[in-house]
């Protein structure tokens, strides 16, 4: 699902396995183990999408990164990555 944010591009989830799957405007992919579903609703309603993962996702729910050729890319710290596009979105505000 396509999301309407600038540091999260889109978001899906998998109700049998309980997987979230965010690809972050980076183009990097990741996929979260044990989300509940209601994690995933609210991500998609908040308006604040990077907000959201960084608060309610990141460091509470073991992930992967699944970017096509992620073995051959430097590997990405996702706390960090969404540290930095906060970052840039506050800059933008100013």
Same mark, same amino acid.
């Given at each position: 699902m396509q999301l309407a944010s600038k540091s999260v591009a889109s978001a899906g989830y998998d109700e049998g396995t !309980? +997987?979230? $799957?965010? $690809? *972050? !405007? !980076? @183009?990097?992919?990741?996929? *979260?183990? @044990? +989300?509940?579903?209601g994690v995933f609703d609210w991500l998609v309603r908040t308006q604040s999408k990077g907000s959201y993962v960084s608060r309610m996702i990141n460091d509470r729910y073991p992930y992967r990164d699944v970017t096509p050729s992620a073995a051959a890319a430097t590997d990405v710290d996702l706390v960090q990555q969404l540290e930095d596009s906060l970052r840039r979105l506050e800059e933008k505000k100013r």
């Open positions: !309980s +997987v979230l $799957e965010i $690809e *972050f !405007s !980076s @183009g990097r992919i990741y996929q *979260f183990d @044990g +989300v509940p579903k």
